[in-house]
């Protein structure tokens, strides 16, 4: 009835909602529409209530399994109870006879235990033929070793159970000889695989390999016994092999050590010197080897044993005893071949990617400085021998002119000729320490070249030889030009380390000193010639009053200007001019101080007449200024000698000490005695304020600095405050 009254009223409800949707006339016409909506609404609600059915069914199903299941486990366990409560009532029976079971049971244990070592001991001795059968095939090597080692464990397992039974454990190390002597052989077998490395690497790398995984694993069995703490005295009872084999990894670098000493024994101890050809063929031969063990060798070694790097240390250290031998039998050449063997030995290594530093132990450590100080003291005295031989033949043979009419020898392209070519032959054939020690050595030939040219250049300024001193300018001045190129390639040539080491400059500048002294020379010459000195000892005197000396002087020094602006090379005229101009200056300044007449109105224009003469001539070589600075002091002289009163004294002399600092008061008491009409009164008073101005001018006692004039007086000789200034010169 309630289902009847629900359809009821579903239906009624569904006629009122069409009612509604069709409230309208027009929505007739959407009859269709809403029926089509209908049956897909209807479809799928019948869809719906189906899957739901479904699941239900499904779940039934389930529930009946699990009842079904549970009711035969309920009756399995009702079957369990029953059998425990059969066997509690047999256990009341074994209870009574507990002693008898465990007895039983002792007995049973111990006889299978017993069978057990039976059946070890019964395996031992196939096993130690097995093991020594194997011996003979190294591709059994590890599995020989595997067998020895289980041998072991069965020796110090049945000496164990032997106990105190002295006659069992007699007998049982009776038994266990042949594995002692199996493991004596098989040790040998392997430590000769071991010490025969290098060829196994490159022949049979298999059996180098099981020969090193043995070394590895037994050092792992010694671990292993060591965490246990089995040793001393009980590993020595258990097992007095054991010990014996411990330290695997140490007796592996033991053996390789006594390998390499064995490759190494010919050259040490045969060849050394005494075949100097042979041993160095044989050290070639030995270094070679290493590029084989690095791709033969290291790569058969566990990387942690860094073997390639143990190699290179151990053939280093032979190769630095090797070169430890006797220097000064052996040539130049021969000492060239052994360190050009080095250089290809440590060549090799940094190409194999050792470090650098590690590479050059053998030119580092020492042990060829015996051979290269050896070659060194020979190399420069044979080089310095040939430069003096190249200045010898400079006396005799006479200087040779350029297109431009310079004049030059052949000295300085052949210094630096056979410089180049020492320097060349070390850098073909030896290591970098031999090439530093070559360019310092060369430094030293240079400045011993450049002291024996400046002794020449006294000779010939002695002589009074112009030319060869012209030339002789000029081959120092190309010097320095090679020189700074020389110095370029060698230091170019060496690492930072050695090239900070090596100072060239000085050697260089020593050829632009040899030139001054050379340009100085040349001055020298000039103004000791027969007609300079006649002309220069009538200065000061009547010839020269009547202008018949600085005009004559003017004239000679053009003359040999015009020949020395010919023979030597531009660079050093402007120097030579300037040292002319300056000599002329001292000379000038000499002759007024060290002349005893009276310094007249006369004297006066004719010292003005001097200055423009000289200036006039000198302008045509140097610049106005440069003149006017070098004969500033004839000017500052005339004025002191011509001033009329204390302050013109004072401030004439105060100028004179701006530009000539150690300018002596003695200058201004000479000129002050050599005047007419000055009362002694007053000259005495302008002597002793020019000596308070030069007191107050000193700097600790000593003038600011030296001019270029009065320090090289000869007038002045004398006077015990110009001797002081003298020193610095």
């Known amino acids: 009835m309630m289902v009847e009254d629900i359809g009821m009223k579903a239906e009624e409800s569904a006629v009122a909602e069409v009612a509604k949707l069709l409230s309208l006339p027009h929505l007739l016409l959407s009859t269709s529409s809403i029926k089509a909506d209908y049956i897909a609404r209807q479809q799928a609600n019948d869809a719906q209530l189906s899957t739901i059915v479904a699941e239900q069914v499904e779940h039934a199903q389930a529930v009946l399994k699990a009842l079904a299941s549970s009711d035969n486990i309920v009756n399995q366990l009702c079957e369990n109870f029953a059998c425990i409560e059969r066997l509690c009532h047999e256990c009341q029976t074994f209870i009574e006879n507990h002693d008898q079971i465990t007895l039983l049971s002792n007995a049973r244990n111990n006889l299978s235990a017993t069978l057990k070592d039976a059946e070890g001991m019964m395996s031992i001795s196939v096993e130690a033929a097995a093991a020594h059968d194997s011996l003979s095939d190294d591709k059994e090597l590890i599995n020989t070793y595997e067998r020895l080692t289980s041998l072991d464990g069965k020796r110090r397992f049945a000496l164990a159970a032997a106990g105190s039974h002295k006659e069992e454990v007699h007998r049982l190390r009776e038994y266990f000889e042949e594995v002692d002597r199996t493991w004596e052989t098989f040790e040998q077998t392997l430590w000769s695989h071991i010490s025969n490395f290098f060829e196994l690497a490159k022949e049979s790398p298999q059996t180098l390999v099981r020969a090193l995984r043995i070394v590895e694993m037994q050092e792992i069995l010694d671990e292993q016994v060591a965490e246990a703490d089995v040793g001393g005295a009980t590993a020595s009872v258990a097992n007095p092999h054991m010990a014996g084999k411990k330290g695997y990894k140490d007796k592996c670098y033991e053996h390789i050590t006594k390998a390499v000493e064995k490759t190494f024994s010919k050259l040490l101890s045969e060849l050394v010197f005494e075949n100097l050809q042979g041993a160095i063929e044989e050290a070639k031969k030995i270094g070679e080897e290493l590029g084989d063990i690095y791709d033969f060798v290291a790569p058969c070694f566990p990387p942690r044993y860094e073997i390639f790097q143990l190699m290179v240390n151990l053939y280093t250290e032979r190769f630095v005893q090797w070169l430890s031998g006797r220097a000064n039998d052996i040539t130049n050449m021969e000492i060239l071949k052994v360190t050009g063997l080095v250089v290809e030995y440590e060549d090799s290594l940094i190409a194999l990617g050792v470090d650098e530093s590690l590479a050059q132990v053998c030119s580092e450590s020492g042990a060829m400085d015996p051979l290269m100080d050896t070659y060194v003291e020979r190399m420069q005295a044979t080089t310095m021998r040939w430069c003096l031989n190249i200045l010898e033949a400079d006396k005799v043979q006479p200087p040779k002119t350029t297109d431009k009419g310079k004049l030059y020898t052949p000295a300085a392209v052949d210094l630096f000729r056979i410089l180049e070519e020492q320097v060349q032959i070390v850098r073909e054939n030896s290591t970098e320490v031999m090439l530093y020690r070559i360019a310092l050595s060369v430094i030293r030939v240079v400045i011993d070249f450049q002291a024996t040219e400046r002794k020449r250049l006294e000779e010939l300024a002695s002589e009074f030889d112009l030319e060869p001193i012209c030339a002789m300018i000029n081959n120092n001045l190309r010097c320095y030009d090679l020189a700074m190129e020389f110095a370029s390639s060698t230091i170019g040539a060496l690492t930072n380390i050695h090239a900070q080491q090596v100072n060239f400059e000085d050697a260089c500048k020593g050829f632009l000193e040899v030139v001054k002294e050379g340009v100085h020379q040349t001055v020298i010459v000039i103004f000791e010639d027969t007609c300079v000195q006649q002309l220069l000892v009538k200065l000061y005197h009547k010839e020269w009053s009547e202008g018949r000396v600085t005009e004559s002087l003017v004239k000679t020094f053009f003359d040999y200007f015009s020949d020395v602006n010919m023979y030597i090379e531009e660079r050093a005229l402007r120097r030579f001019f300037d040292s002319f101009l300056e000599q002329t200056a001292i000379i000038y300044v000499d002759h007024l101080l060290s002349q005893k007449k009276c310094i007249k109105v006369e004297t006066i224009e004719r010292m003005r007449r001097d200055e423009e003469v000289l200036m006039n001539f000198f302008m045509q070589y140097l610049s ?79 003038p600011p600095r030296a001019g270029f004039v009065f320090s090289k007086l000869k007038s002045l000789t004398t006077s015990k405050i110009t001797n002081i200034w003298r020193k610095l010169h």
Do not use: M, W
């Not at 000698?641 to 013109?648: F, G, P, W």
């Not at 100028?655 to 005695?673: A, F, M, N, S």
């Open 624 to 702: 106005v200024g440069k003149v006017e600075n070098r004969l500033r002091i004839l000017i500052d002289l005339r004025e002191l000698a011509s001033a009329e009163s204390l302050d013109t004294f004072t401030r004439v002399y105060t100028r004179i000490l701006e530009h000539q600092p150690d300018c002596p008061p003695d200058v201004v008491e000479k000129l002050v005695g050599l005047r007419e009409g000055i009362p002694r009164k007053d000259a005495k008073e302008v002597v002793q304020e020019c000596k308070e101005i030069y007191e107050n001018s000193l700097i600790d006692g000593n």
